[in-house]
């Protein structure tokens, strides 16, 4: 089986940082990009940050210049640093992979259970 799962969540005040790490473990034969989406109370989960397997970044609007993806893809590990929060930047926090499985032709999208980030003013 294949987990994910975040870590780093926390309560911040506005203009502090946190830094969210999404280790994903299993029969993992490889993982594609990874991607962090958030989802506030009563808001559709959108999508903050996606990383490719060759570097390629995107990112929403909003965190652009203020949230950073990365990832060690020997440790299968993404990471967002989030800089500069503000309280609209609360949500729960879900990490995202889409990977092959070993011994699979096809790649599934996979979820972590989420962190909770709470900026407050």
């Known amino acids: 089986q294949v987990q994910l799962v975040e870590s780093g969540g926390g309560l911040v005040q506005a203009g502090g940082s946190l830094r969210l790490s999404c280790v994903a473990s299993?029969?993992?034969?490889?993982?594609?990009?990874m991607r962090w989406y958030r989802q506030a109370p009563g808001k559709q989960r959108e999508l903050v940050a996606g990383?490719?397997?060759?570097?390629?970044?995107n990112y929403a609007d909003s965190v652009k210049g203020r949230f950073t993806i990365s990832r060690d893809n020997a440790k299968n590990t993404s990471y967002l640093q989030m800089n500069t929060l503000q309280p609209e930047d609360t949500a729960v926090y879900y990490c995202?992979?889409?990977?092959?499985?070993?011994?699979?032709?096809?790649?599934?999208?996979?979820w972590g259970q989420g962190t909770q980030v709470t900026v407050s003013s």
């Open positions: 990383l490719t397997t060759g570097g390629i970044t």
């Open positions: 299993g029969n993992i034969f490889k993982i594609n990009a």
């Open positions: 995202n992979a889409d990977l092959y499985r070993i011994g699979e032709r096809l790649s599934f999208d996979f």
